[in-house]
């Protein structure tokens, strides 16, 4: 072979590697969730592109306060987003439109993860039921509704978790709700918070403390989602999850496409890679993640655990998310005047 030749085959050897080389940032959840999270989807996407996938781990409040801090330079080519803030990113020219045929999978999913593709809002590809967690060694008689929470003698052995978490919020806007109160009047629900810290309940900010006050203290119940109550069923704990009676909060975690990046080619792919049925039955056997993609098809336990579907996804509850990220410094504020007390 001629040096002229060589030197050709090296410089497209180069090229090639230089394309098969970029690198997108995206926020993932940490924990449980992340590792899911890599197994399911990145490290996938990664095989299949030759891509790499930057995380930086940041809760949805957190990654959107970034995000808007950095809009004229924005660090992620994709964000991730459990508490709706996806609507007030899109409105705010955060996020940019997807056109739906974009994406290969967008076709498939329920009418619920994609109500606002072309406005900026991305794709719902896990969603989470949130109910109460408890101990089944512990408690004879399951628990049926929320309102079972307001039980004194559970208070003692009660985990509530902070509402800057999102599970935490909207564990609390549940418990508001029950208390009387409603999305204009979040009072009755401080005060609930409030008679149950006197009773001896104590506050968390995170998952792992969850399961820190289930495995290591005297945890008994606590109000949070259905993928965690997997998560410590599956590290052997006796765990049990139902459903309140009153009605069950959707958590909806979506993938959307950061404006001011150069890499929504690349981006899209992992976006759509997100809603493919074969990455929502991986999330739902790691974690009990409810599908969006009407061809995922789930089995056994998974789907026994997992609402699945038009119609059970429809039953869920959704607290308005504009409303909620309008108030949200000032229901944190009046919460962390709550819990000091």
């Known amino acids: ?3 002229s030749l060589l030197l050709s085959f090296s410089a497209i050897l180069a090229a090639g590697t230089a394309a098969n080389a970029q690198t997108i940032t995206i926020n993932s959840f940490g924990g449980a969730y992340e590792e899911a999270h890599r197994k399911c989807i990145i490290e996938p996407f990664e095989q299949a592109t030759g891509a790499s996938v930057q995380i930086v781990t940041a809760y949805s409040a957190d990654g959107f306060a970034q995000l808007r801090a950095q809009r004229e330079a924005p660090q992620f080519d994709v964000i991730h987003f459990s508490g709706g803030q996806e609507i007030i990113a899109a409105q705010e020219g955060l996020l940019v439109p997807i056109d739906p045929a974009s994406l290969s999978n967008a076709g498939d999913l329920v009418a619920a993860a994609r109500p606002n593709l072309e406005g900026g809002e991305g794709p719902a590809y896990s969603i989470v039921a949130m109910g109460l967690l408890y101990n089944s060694d512990v408690i004879e008689t399951t628990p049926t509704n929320w309102s079972d929470l307001t039980n004194p003698e559970w208070h003692e052995n009660l985990v509530l978790t902070d509402i800057s978490n999102t599970y935490g919020m909207q564990g609390f806007l549940m418990l508001n709700q029950v208390a009387g109160g409603d999305l204009s009047n979040i009072q009755p629900g401080l005060d609930l918070v409030g008679q149950m810290l006197d009773g001896g309940a104590i506050v968390v900010s995170t998952s792992p403390e969850i399961m820190q006050e289930f495995a290591q203290n005297d945890a008994w119940i606590a109000p949070y989602s259905s993928d965690y109550a997997f998560v410590l069923q599956d590290a052997g ?6 459903q309140g009676a009153e009605g069950t909060p959707g958590v909806y975690i979506t993938a959307n496409l950061v404006a001011g990046r150069d ?3 690349l981006s899209l792919q992992l976006i759509d890679r ?12 790691e974690m009990s993640y409810a599908p ?3 061809r995922a098809e789930l089995t056994g336990e998974v789907a026994e655990n997992t609402p699945f579907g038009e119609e059970a996804l429809s039953g869920l509850i959704r607290f308005d998310p504009q409303t909620v990220e309008a108030e949200r410094s000032n229901w944190v504020d009046a919460w962390n005047r709550t819990i000091a007390r």
């Not at 704990?237 to 139902?242: E, K, S």
């Not at 997100?274 to 056997?285: D, T």
């Open 1 to 3: 072979m001629t040096r």
């Open 292 to 294: 969006t993609n009407v």
């Open 274 to 285: 997100s809603i493919s049925p074969e990455a929502q039955v991986c999330f739902a056997e």
């Open 263 to 265: 890499n929504e080619e």
């Open 237 to 242: 704990l006796p765990i049990g999850f139902v």
